[in-house]
């Protein structure tokens, strides 16, 4: 005779909808600045008989690019209001802790498929440390990007604010090439992350994907990292 075996469930309200909004703005505004970019880094011509569709066609691309660069940062400073205001938000690498290395160790070799499971957490030290540096890829990106947008009025506001990113990377152009390759570090960063919840989410029932929609792990076990929610 078969038994049955019940799994106790719990729920954590862990992601606010600041987070819920900022996550899925930051998933369409990555790939659309990434695209975008890429087209004003290389732009492609339209047609060979009506030259000024290209020129045309690449204002827009332009356009596209600026507004979706605003928007990203907007979202950013909601974002950030979030952090303040909801301790799920807050869940930040521990550095100043030593089993957040050991247990950063651990994950990833779990996820390198070298160690079978790992400690349970609502977020694991790899995730953190990786969400922190994506973050500051972000912040660079921001920078650079600001720091040309403004080149053409240097004057102005904007000019002031972000005119000194270009003197301290020595020139416009080597702020377009950090601008540049942080955007494909963080393309890099995205593929690893969508791996890593997907994984979690049907491999592991950590419910990572779905809780980026209701807010809310329902997790089998007790995480480590519990008490970061107070």
């Known amino acids: 005779m078969k038994s049955v075996k019940e799994v106790q469930r719990k729920e954590y309200y862990i992601f606010t909808p600041f987070t819920r909004i ?13 695209v975008t970019g890429l087209l004003i880094t290389k732009p492609m011509d339209v047609t060979a008989t009506e030259p000024y569709l290209t020129s045309a066609s690449m204002d827009l691309v ?4 600026f507004l979706f660069a605003f928007l990203f ?4 400073i909601l974002k950030i209001y979030g952090f303040i205001t909801n301790g799920g938000d807050r869940l930040f690498p521990h550095f100043w802790k030593g089993h957040f290395y050991s247990d950063t160790v651990e994950v990833a070799l779990h996820y390198m498929l070298l160690k079978p499971h790992h400690a349970p957490f609502l977020r694991n030290p ?6 922190a540096a994506c973050y500051g890829m972000i912040a660079i990106e ?9 080149m053409t009025s240097p004057s102005a506001t904007g000019g002031t604010l972000f005119g000194w990113v270009n003197t ?4 416009e152009m080597m702020t377009h090439y950090v601008h540049h ?5 963080i393309i890099i960063f995205a593929i690893a992350h969508v791996y890593m919840v997907v994984r979690a989410e049907f491999m592991e029932g950590e419910s990572e994907v779905s809780a980026m929609f209701s807010g809310k792990k329902v997790l089998p076990h007790t995480p480590k990292d519990e008490a970061d929610l107070d």
Do not use: Q
């Open 22 to 34: 900022f996550h899925w703005i930051m998933v369409v505004s990555i790939l659309v600045l990434f």
């Open 62 to 65: 332009r356009d596209i690019h």
């Open 73 to 76: 940062t907007a979202s950013l």
């Open 126 to 131: 790899l995730a953190r440390a990786g969400y």
């Open 142 to 150: 921001i920078l650079t990007g600001f720091a040309m947008y403004f």
């Open 168 to 171: 301290i990377l020595g020139s």
């Open 181 to 185: 390759y942080v955007a494909w570090l």
